[in-house]
């Protein structure tokens, strides 16, 4: 089945750092990617996504690329804030199916001044 | 424009309880999804309903279960809780028809069950 792989957290960085959190996936069909972020006691937000391979989604800073030959589509972002801890998702949804989101486990960001 | 709506906010109930949780959708959205994000278990699809109709579930047992209401709004219901239903449980909605499926996420219920 389709499932997601996410990099154990916590990742703990000082500000300015560059960061990467690392994100592959198995799926069937054409998956729609995503990241999803979640600040303390808080839902989800969208934080960027892409469709189709070699799209790039930008978002604040952040960027992925979707990358069908490595399954992967990691996170990066070249100079962390402390407003930017946070728990980050990376998931999948197959288009034209359920359009149901399978996340991966979340990875834990905490960012020191 | 509002986003997703969940009610209510936190919950507090005891085991064998039954309890229900509301989701209103983005205007115009007609899917709504259900998730629950258990401690130690991640993020996991529950439900999804689309057009007022349960169009599919995840690995939960029939003790969960939900309906959508002719203005897209919907409902969480889950009878006979146990200690480990105790998570924060997301909705979300998503614009009919799109090729695109992003999914737009409420702030969540907290269920505690003791």
């Known amino acids: 089945g389709n499932s997601v792989t996410q990099m154990e957290g916590p990742v703990t960085l000082s500000e300015e750092a560059f960061l990467t959190i690392n994100c592959t996936y198995t799926a069937t069909g054409y998956p729609s990617l995503f990241w999803y972020v979640q600040y303390p006691g808080e839902g989800l937000q969208l934080l960027l996504k892409a469709t189709k391979a070699d799209d790039k989604g930008s978002n604040k800073g952040f960027e992925a690329t979707y990358r069908k030959e490595t399954t992967s589509f990691h996170l990066e972002k070249g100079s962390v804030q402390v407003s930017d801890s946070a728990v980050y998702f990376c998931?999948?949804?197959?288009?034209?199916?359920?359009?149901?989101?399978?996340f991966g486990t979340g990875t834990l960001l905490a960012v020191q001044p | 424009e509002a986003g997703v709506t969940q009610s209510p906010t936190h919950l507090i109930k005891t085991r064998g309880q039954q309890v229900t949780l509301r989701c209103s959708p983005i205007?115009?959205?007609?899917?709504v999804y259900w998730y629950q994000q258990a401690l130690g278990l991640g993020l996991q699809f529950l439900l999804w309903y689309d057009e007022g109709e349960e169009r599919n579930r995840g690995n939960f047992p029939p003790r969960f279960s939900g309906r959508q209401f002719p203005n897209y709004s919907s409902e969480l219901n889950v009878n006979a809780l146990e200690l480990e239903d105790s998570a924060l449980y997301l909705c979300?909605?998503?614009?009919?028809?799109?090729?695109?499926?992003?999914?737009?996420f409420g702030p969540g219920t907290r269920l505690t069950v003791l």
């Open positions: 205007s115009g959205h007609t899917s």
């Open positions: 979300a909605s998503i614009l009919g028809g799109t090729i695109y499926n992003e999914q737009f």
């Open positions: 998931a999948l949804s197959e288009r034209g199916a359920t359009n149901k989101l399978i």
